[in-house]
Every structure is written in C-alpha cells, then in structure tokens.
C-alpha cells in the first residue's frame, strides 16, 4: 500500500509523471492518486495537516519557479560504471565472481571491516544477520517505527516480534532508555538504524545489550559513510547491513553488504546461496569442483558481478559524492538557519554524518499550512520531495497485528506529521540548490502565520 498526496492544482501531466524516487521498491515516494487523502487518513486518521491550507497571501517580491521538474534522488550514474559493466558483460561471467570478490574486499576496506559479504539488498543482510543470531519464533527484537518496512519485515519473516520503541527526538534514532525499559525475557537482539545517515548512538545500546545477553544488528542503510565516535560504521565485528539501492549514497541498482566477523560471514554467505557449500565460481570457475552440497535451507541473496562492477565505479567516487552532499547540506543551511518555521537537520559532535537524507521539520505554530500541503506546493514550483517515514505502526499491517494507538510513539509520530525530505544527491548543480531553497522560502513567506 502507498501513500499518496493531492496534486497541486497547478501540477502538470509531465511534473505528475516525474514523480521523485525514495527507498526500496519507492514504497514512500509521493504518488499521485484520487484516492490519496482517503489513504492518508487510514493511515494517519489524526493528521491535522490534512485540513483545508489557507490562500497564500500575495508576495511583493515575485518568485520565478523552475521550468523542468527536479527530480528527488536519480542515481548519479556515469561512463565510469557503463564501461565497468560492459567489462563485465565481456567476461563471460556475470553471476556472483571476481567482481563481487573484488568489490567485498574493496569495500571492507573502505568501512574498515574485517569482512564483507556482497548481496542482492540491504534487506537480505538484514534477514541472514538475524538468522545467524539464532532469532526465531516468538522472539522479541526492539528496533524503530521510524524507518522503512524492510527493517521490521525481516523480523517477521523469522517468525519473530518487531518490539518498536520510541526515537529521540534531534536525531529520531532509536532512544536508548526506550530500549532498556522494552527489555523482556522474550528479547533476543536489537535493530537499530542509523536514520537519514545520523549514526544512532551505539555505546548505550552495545552496553544494554552486553549487560542482557542481547546481539545487535545495525540497519546502515542510509549510513554509508559515517562515523560513531570516529569509528567508521560496519568497521566493528558485529553484523551491519548497507544498502545500494538507486537512490542510496553508493548504488549498484539493487544491492547491499554485510560487513562483520569472518564467522557470522561464513555461515551468512551459505544461507544465502541456498545453503549451497560452494556458489557457482567455486564450482565453475578455475580449479572448481562440480559437487556441492546444501547444509541448509537457504535463501538466494547473492550480489552479481554486474551489480559489483557498478559497485566499484561507484566505492572509487564515493568520497567526491560525499564532499558534494555536504556542500549542498551547508547550502541548505546558511539558507534556513534563521527562518523561525524550519527545524533543521542535526549532526551530534560525536559523529559524522552521511547525510543520506536532508530532513526539513515544519513548525506549526508559525505556519498557515501543514507538511501536506507544503509538499504540494513544492511540486508545484517543479521540486521533487518526499516523506521518510510513515511510522510503521500506522501502515495497515502493523496496525492489524498489534494495534498500536497512533501516539504509541509520540516523539515518532509527532516528527512524522511535520517532516519532509529535501532533494540531497552529488548531481545538484548550484543552480539546482538555489531553485530548492528559493522554493521553500517562498511558501514559508507565503503561508506564514
């Protein structure tokens, strides 16, 4: 199910059809829909967004929107990765082989891990990292409502218990004295993520869990790169999954990596090939054996060596990508530093952040309109934009299964109802940046209380 909003009544067809991109499957990507507000409001019934916007007032300094439409987060693809994946089309070998072997150990280096396993996504990682831990059916993992389904998904498919706790309130990471009071007999780990790139802080919740006997299994998948403390995140032992879906900081098309201990990568690498002692480069490639056998039944997450030659053109431009999101980060904020009716995206002293996302929160009490209708507006002046995340307590599953009350997750739910994702990629031109910024200053001077 997605959620949708209205369109502006001065959107286009062709502003309509170049609807931006988010996360997996663009699950939480606006979409277009007559149906959109009927949908909003199953699954947030209490928006107060949702009500009629005031007329903008008229504004004596006229405002120019852009002609073409911005688009939220194309990937930054280039010849780099087209010649990569022709090499690899000519090789004859195209199923997991020497590129991924190649992009694994590139990559480990790169987060300072000491092992790395390539997969068709971050999700996969997710699930064989729980798996390996030993979380099954009628376990507890506590993890965040405030992310996208894949992280509490996994969960489910063990048969276990997603157990959401609620986030802090500058970082929305998951808070870790939620954690220690939804300790029960029944938990077996926790799932942190590191939200829009911030890392979540990691000492606290290792401590809880060294102290309860917990494992911990971070969800990096808007966190590459980052830091905690000056570590790199996925440099520990520990299993940590990293996505490369398209819109992601590092992209392969669909992809992702779990870094961690050679052991926890041993066991996770057969499950998820089948629970096949030997993948095909072992059996078919030089000096392989034809016989194999299946010490499990796994799963068939294995990376390709297409997406891996894609993945080391990209790992070789990602310090030039991250040094661009920051420029645009501090563009950003020189441009709404003072503006009293934006909250602005924080990054603690203790981290770096991979600034994955730019996340504007709205502040009600100086604006005439909701976060609804500003994203409408947006589109309206021909900016792409985005909502991260529906609490997942609000999607219809959830709902369902464990009938969580809206305000469960008061600090979640709060954020959710006033938050917005700005466009954040290395392809924004400065020009691209003034549209963005000149765009929201409008309607907040427009639509000001």
Known sequence: MKLAFPPSS??????????????????????????????TRTLDPVNPSLASAPPARPEAAEYQARREFLLFSPPAVGQEEIDEVVDTLRSGWITTGPKTQRFESAFAERVEAPSALGLNSCTAGLHLALQVLGVGRGDEVITTPMTFCASANVIEHLGAIPRFVDVEPDTLNLDPQAIEAAVTVSTRAILPVHYAGH?????????????????????????????????????????????????????????????????????????????????????????????????????????????????????????????????????????????????????????????HLYLLRLRPDSLRIGRDRFIQELTARNIGSSVHFIPLHLHPYYQRRYQHAPEAFPVALSNYRRMLSLPLHPLLTDGDVDDVTGAVLDIVTRFAR
């Not at 059809?17 to 007559?34: G, M, N, Q």
């Not at 993948?279 to 799963?299: L, N, Q």
């Open 199 to 355: 890392p979540a802080d990691l000492d606290p919740i290792y401590d809880i869990a060294c102290h309860r006997g917990l494992g911990v299994v971070e969800d990096a998948a808007h966190a590459l790169p980052a830091r905690y403390k000056g570590r790199l995140i996925g440099s520990g032992t520990n299993p940590v999954a990293f996505s490369f879906y398209a819109t992601k900081n590092l992209t392969t098309g669909e992809g992702g990596m779990l870094t961690g201990s050679p052991e926890l990568l041993g066991r996770a690498r057969t499950l998820g090939l089948h629970g096949m002692s030997r993948d095909a480069w072992k059996r078919y490639g030089p000096g392989g054996s034809w016989f194999y056998s299946v010490e499990d039944p796994g799963f068939k997450y294995n990376m390709t060596d297409v997406q891996a030659a894609m993945g080391l053109a990209q790992l070789r431009k990602l310090d030039r990508f991250q040094q661009r999101r920051r420029q645009i980060v501090e563009a950003y904020n020189r441009a709404f530093q003072d503006v009293e009716a934006l909250e602005l995206p924080v990054e603690r002293s203790e981290v770096e952040h991979a600034w």
């Open 10 to 39: 001065t959107d286009t067809t062709k502003q309509n059809s170049a609807s931006s991109t988010s996360e997996e499957s663009h699950v939480d990507a606006p979409l277009h829909s007559r149906d959109s507000d009927a949908l």
